[in-house]
């Protein structure tokens, strides 16, 4: 054998065992991943919150609850020692949805909108395609990708901004005249995507632009001053940029507070009529994950956005963002609810959907 042949073939060989080693390490990483999460169920709120907490002095959780008909709510810093309980502004993620939901609800209400009417309805979109229904796109089952690539996410990944910044209202419309959906049942899919899309269906039958639209609904009729489409202000860090004209600002861009958030639970319980009909189930999904199944956490059906829990009696919605994640959910009868603000990334430990999960169960029993 050549010299030139030996040298290959050791390459080959050291190249077989950097493999080799690359996936015992993934599969190593995985099993033990799992083992972490089978821990979780065992634990208590207090427990998580310790850990998710831990030696992270920047750590910020607002914890809100509704029980007995009174609400509360305590601020947690590092190792969930607890801090003055001051109002901090944070962003509230994909519980955008629910007010985009809710705002589908009010034009529904107002004969503006019917829930089974396809998309091409109100938008201009073109003949001879297949387009999802409006109930399709509140409960992700229209066929839509959780999102599309668009050129503005190259220069935000380089940048470190929000992918969605800078994606147009005339890239969302124009991507959905590109997609045809023929299947009768696509099943749940996640689709941020797909709340742009309601977005603009809300701006063309109230031919208002979202934010103003959003703006005006949160405050002046939910009475919520401390809720609104993010400009960055607020007393933590991190917030997310966005432009006043993007197109995915339906999906996930409303900042707010815990005394507004617990106020908004307030109405979900009382069955608030901007809220009631959102919260009824529309369609069975049974989406539940096999990590949201270890730890307790059950999507079985979902509303206007609303996921539906039954083994719990739980309706819930959480969200993330870069830096921060959070989560409502309510139990309609007993009448508790819980609110988690989070100023961590959703994948650092334990999320705010387990906190509050926990917590709402603890309070139940």
Not at 106 to 135: F, Q
Not at 228 to 237: P, V, Y
Not at 304 to 314: F, L, R, T, Y
Request: glycine share 10%; with cysteine.
């Amino acid at each position: 054998m050549s010299r030139r042949k030996k040298r290959v073939k050791v390459l080959i060989i050291v190249i077989a065992v950097i493999i080799f080693c690359a996936v015992l390490t993934v599969i190593g990483v995985m099993s033990y991943g799992k083992y972490q999460i089978s821990k979780i169920p065992k634990l208590t709120f207090t427990e998580v919150l310790e850990y998710t907490t831990k030696d992270n002095a920047d750590a910020c959780v607002t914890v809100g609850i509704i029980k007995d008909g009174q609400a509360s709510y305590r601020v947690y810093g590092e190792n969930g020692k607890e801090l003055p309980a001051e109002l901090h502004t944070y962003e509230i993620g994909s519980l955008t949805k629910t007010f985009t939901a809710a705002l589908i609800n009010k034009a529904i209400a107002e004969g503006k909108i019917n829930i089974d009417d396809t998309i091409d309805n109100y938008l201009p979109l073109p003949d001879g395609n297949e387009y999802p229904t409006i109930k399709e796109l509140l409960t992700h089952t229209s066929g839509y990708k959780g999102y599309y690539f668009e050129s503005p996410m190259i220069s935000n990944f380089f940048k470190g901004r929000n992918d969605f910044y800078g994606i147009t209202k005339e890239m969302v419309l124009h991507r959905a005249s590109e997609l045809t959906m023929e299947e009768e049942d696509y099943g749940f899919v996640y689709s941020n995507y797909g709340y742009g899309v309601l977005g603009l269906v809300l701006e063309a039958v109230y031919d208002t632009d979202y934010t103003t639209l959003a703006n005006n609904f949160v405050s002046n009729e939910l009475g919520l001053t401390g809720t609104k489409i993010s400009d960055k202000s607020g007393d933590l860090d991190n917030y997310w940029d966005w432009k006043g004209n993007d197109a995915y600002l339906p999906a996930g861009a409303i900042t707010s507070n815990i005394s507004d958030m617990l106020s908004y639970a307030q109405m979900l319980l009382e069955g608030n009529p901007y809220f009631s009909e959102c919260q009824k189930s529309l369609k069975t999904i049974n989406a539940s994950t096999e990590n949201y199944k270890t730890m307790g956490i059950n999507m079985d059906e979902i509303g206007m956005s609303w996921i539906i829990d039954n083994e719990n009696g739980i309706i819930w919605h959480n969200g993330g963002t870069g830096d921060y994640n959070s989560y409502l959910g309510f139990n309609p009868e007993t009448g508790t609810a819980v609110v988690v603000l989070s100023n961590l990334a959703p994948s650092y430990r334990i999320p705010a959907t387990v906190l509050g999960v926990k917590l709402l169960i603890e309070l139940g029993n």
